[in-house]
């Protein structure tokens, strides 16, 4: 599943392409994968996904993108576990056209033509979501995100931790918690920050969550840097898949040796989800 850097990742290849872009048509070809609103017809299916708008923003919060027109009117896409989106030039052809369930044809305000952007779902676990502006998706469906994980402020993160005892790797995967953070940088932050993925997350002194703040932003903008992991059905908008599965210290690694002390890594479920720790680094 994507997370946050392969995402972030994906909003910064496809800027380029499509901010300034004008939507001359969309086609839809699943209607079931626009999730909101639930009473767009035919004839107005084409407005609620921009069509005759200027891009002027790609946005994200956590795991999701939004694409905003001058307008104001924007669509929020979720990827989910398989989804893609994908820009081709003009004359370029998708590397795989089944399972391409919406198609924006992008041109230039002179009416030239920019290409397509696709979206591409096997498995639909994503979606699209269709708001009058930018206001309404804050409202609706961003405001109960908890902060970026690529700028979470210490402050905010103690906060949120203080308010649950579940183990600090269970709260790191709620979203409301932290957006953006999945099984793999979860592990890779714990690690960075020396804490033991079981312990109380209410336990967690100030100190410790300003030290976790900071690596899993750290973390987060080194695997951005590297393009984000190489995952299963994850390729960027120009068909690039990741690098930053070679950096890995603690995920994917149980049963191999510890990078910083040499002990063997322990792997242990938390939250039904594999979770790999050093138990002399992470006390
Ligand atoms: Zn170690």
């Not at 399972?99 to 096997?122: M, Q």
Request: charged share 25%.
């Amino acid at each position: 599943m994507p997370e946050l850097p392969e995402i972030e990742h994906l909003r910064r290849t496809l800027a380029p392409h499509l901010v300034g872009a004008v939507v001359r048509t969309v086609t839809l070809h699943r209607r079931d994968i626009l999730r909101h609103p639930h009473d767009v017809t035919t004839r107005s299916v084409g407005r609620r996904l921009l069509r005759d708008g200027r891009i002027t923003t790609l946005a994200r919060r956590g795991k999701q993108l939004a694409i905003i027109t001058d307008d104001d009117r924007t669509v929020c896409i979720h990827l989910g576990m398989s989804g893609q989106l994908c820009y081709q030039s003009p004359g370029q052809r998708l590397p795989r056209t089944d399972h391409v369930h919406a198609t924006w044809h992008l041109e230039s305000p002179s009416g030239r033509a920019l290409g397509r952007l696709a979206f591409r779902d096997p498995r639909r676990f994503g979606g699209l979501w269709a708001f009058d502006s930018r206001a309404e998706l804050h409202a609706l469906r961003w405001a109960r995100l908890g902060p970026d994980g690529l700028d979470v402020p210490a402050r905010d993160l103690q906060a949120a931790l203080a308010r649950t005892t579940r183990a600090v790797k269970a709260a790191l995967l709620d979203q409301a918690v932290v957006a953006g953070v999945g099984n793999i940088y979860a592990d890779e932050a714990l690690f960075r920050a020396r804490l033991n993925p079981t312990r109380s997350a209410d336990a967690i002194t100030a100190r410790e969550a300003t030290r976790l703040a900071t690596a899993i932003r750290y973390i987060l903008a080194n695997a951005i840097e590297a393009g984000g992991s190489t995952l299963r059905d994850y390729v960027d908008a120009n068909g690039d898949a990741g690098s930053f599965a070679d950096r890995h210290l603690a995920y994917g690694r149980a049963g191999q040796p510890c990078r910083r002390c040499r002990e063997t890594l322990t792997g242990i479920r938390i939250a039904q989800r594999a979770t790999v720790f050093c138990t002399r680094c992470q006390p």
